[in-house]
């Protein structure tokens, strides 16, 4: 058996000419306290997290910077444009996280409505054009949509993440066929990006045949985060190699799959 | 003594003095200059700038480092 599974070793996942071996990438945001984060990420195995750029507290009333717990030797951070609403915005974002001197990629992210904090993919589309001139390695989190999906790999995005379902929502992976004809039809990695609520989602998702997947809420709201980070790794080790394996065909009638000769008289 | 000026720091008028620059702002706040970054009047005032890049009556900055986030 071991034999079968090297046979279908996976390649690295190359992102903007970096190369990861975890498909999972997590959040920052949201967990009870840093050291949760900081067990749970590890349980995760991821390489890729995710951090938010906001304006210091002068009163100091607030944690200290996300750095005094996570080290960026060890981590790659991947700063996002979150709670950006216009091109510009997110821009300036991208411009200031550049500064802090980690790496040129980022995650864009233009917010094109509070409630469900689905993308503005005019602002996006706008944002990824300018921020790929000026170098960036722009991974643009989108909707489920085709035709946006090629405009921004076009543009030059290094990666487009479309989402399961809304950011923080838990809702799983909504429309698989939109997920899967967009893998299908770009040749840059295609990390499915919020959404993904358990286990299964994760699986499902990662069986549709994406490059990898990033996910916070998952873990951070948990009622265990450390175990679900342990649970996500699996999911996403589990759902990758079921894609490589290669799923049977679905029917509507059943196949017995003991002899239907040789039964006694 | 220098007089003192108002700037703009992070939304929230402060007074410093008069001839400070970037860097000078940082060392008042207790700020360590490699975790944060600088925007003066929406410009970014790179590391190595920061000691001489002085501040003037009105200036808008804001400091900003990273926090958690998805």
Do not use: W
């Amino acid at each position: 058996m071991a034999t079968t599974v090297e046979s279908l070793a996976d390649s690295a996942l190359s992102i903007g000419g970096r190369e990861f071996r975890s498909r999972l990438m997590v959040g920052t945001g949201k967990y009870r306290d840093n050291s949760t984060m900081v067990d749970a990420i590890a349980a995760s195995g991821a390489e890729i997290v995710t951090v938010a750029v906001r304006r210091v507290d002068l009163d100091r009333t607030k944690e200290a910077g996300i750095l005094y717990h996570l080290d960026p030797k060890r981590f790659f951070l991947l700063a996002n444009t979150a709670g950006c609403y216009t091109a510009e915005d997110a821009v300036r974002y991208a411009r200031l996280a550049r500064e802090a001197g980690f790496n040129e990629f980022i995650k864009l992210e233009v917010i094109g409505d509070e409630e469900t904090l689905l993308p503005d993919v005019a602002g996006l589309l706008e944002a990824a054009r300018t921020l790929v001139a000026e170098g960036f390695k722009v991974m643009a989190y989108t909707n489920d949509d085709l035709v946006t999906a090629i405009k921004l790999a076009d543009a030059g995005c290094a990666t487009v993440m479309p989402l399961a379902s809304p950011i923080g929502s838990g809702l799983g992976l909504i429309n698989a066929y939109n997920i899967r004809v967009i893998k299908r039809r770009l040749s840059v990695p295609v990390i499915v990006d919020a959404g993904v609520g358990t286990a299964s989602d994760a699986c499902i998702t990662m069986e549709q045949g994406v490059d990898g997947i990033l996910m916070n809420t998952a873990l951070a709201a948990a009622e265990h985060p450390v175990a679900m980070g342990q649970a996500m790794k699996h999911a996403v080790e589990a759902g990758r190699l079921a894609f490589l394996a290669g799923r049977m065909a679905q029917r509507e009638v059943a196949l017995p799959s003991s002899p239907t000769t040789g039964m006694l008289g | 003594m220098s007089e003192e000026m108002t700037v703009t720091v992070n939304g929230e008028e402060r007074q410093i003095a008069g001839n400070s620059t970037a860097l000078d702002l940082l060392h008042s706040l207790a700020l360590d200059p490699r975790a944060v970054v600088v925007e003066l009047n929406r410009e970014i005032v790179r590391r190595p700038a920061l000691g001489n890049t002085p501040l003037c009556e009105g200036d808008e900055i804001e400091l900003v480092h990273f926090v958690g986030g998805g």
